[in-house]
């Protein structure tokens, strides 16, 4: 989920943290992730329709695990679907009845209307708070962090970072621990070399980041509505903003190394839009 191998590339920022240490404070969290995690026990079933209910233990059980840190949980579902999305939900439907062919069920996983709605009917009867996002729930949960409703957002999605939400966890263990990446604390994120990623390169260079070049850098490396620009990922995408310090510049030299095909100008054409250029 969210944008491939950004989590790897910003590893060295994030710090390991305890639910104790949000006692008394809200997290919001990601429904999709616990709900997709909890169907893959029962996916045979959910795959050839028969009635199933096991996707509800887990995001019950992590829900508990929060109340038991004394955390208040947000819980936040997907709205309606993504008009620009509709390139890759049907490739992605597609997979699916392929998976389902070969009797791969854990690959067949999708979440269903019926299937939030019985996780929210059970939230309901246990008087915990939800929301659903007008939309998906990425940007929302980015949203309520940002105005101060939930201390951090909880989620396995690494588009969290690219929206820029101040704290983020990943990984949550059921012993309680996860990893934490603020979207400031990315300012000292390091290389394998220990080498600065976002900064000291030039004077100013994390403001420029932290202004724009951190979602271009996103964008360039592939999202969930354009097609991705062959031979570009993270790291790629990374060094040629960092040597062309705009996305303009950067563009351009991508262009004039590349030998294969030429990227989709939809795609260039949306970033540009995007970040106002």
Request: with cysteine; aromatic share 8%.
């Amino acid at each position: 989920m969210g944008v491939q191998g950004l989590l790897p590339f910003v590893s060295s920022a994030s710090t390991e943290v305890s639910l104790e240490d949000y006692r008394g404070q809200t997290l919001a969290c990601d429904a999709s992730v616990w709900l997709h995690r909890g169907a893959i026990s029962c996916a045979r079933e959910l795959a050839e329709g028969e009635p199933a209910v096991g996707f509800l233990r887990f995001p019950l059980r992590m829900i508990a695990l929060l109340k038991r840190h004394g955390v208040r949980p947000l819980i936040v579902f997907d709205g309606g679907a993504m008009p620009m999305k509709a390139r890759v939900d049907a490739a992605r439907a597609a997979d699916r009845e392929s998976a389902k062919a070969r009797g791969e069920f854990n690959k067949t996983v999708k979440i269903t209307a019926a299937m939030t709605q019985q996780l929210i009917e059970r939230l309901r009867q246990d008087g915990v708070e939800f929301v659903v996002a007008p939309f998906e729930a990425d940007s929302q949960l980015a949203f309520l962090v940002q105005h101060g409703h939930a201390a951090a957002a909880l989620t396995e999605d690494s588009d969290l970072l690219a929206y820029r939400c101040p704290s983020v966890l990943f990984k949550l263990s059921e012993s309680g621990h996860a990893r934490r990446i603020t979207f400031a604390g990315l300012q000292h994120a390091q290389d394998s070399k220990g080498q600065l990623l976002f900064d000291g390169a030039w004077e100013g260079e994390w403001a420029a980041w932290e202004g724009g070049l951190f979602v271009a850098m996103c964008i360039m490396a592939g999202c969930d509505y354009l097609p991705s620009v062959p031979g570009v990922g993270v790291a790629t995408a990374h060094k040629a903003l960092r040597a062309g310090r705009t996305v303009e510049r950067a563009l351009a030299k991508l262009h004039s190394k590349r030998s294969g095909p030429p990227a989709p100008v939809a795609a260039e054409a949306y970033l540009l839009r995007a970040l106002g250029l």
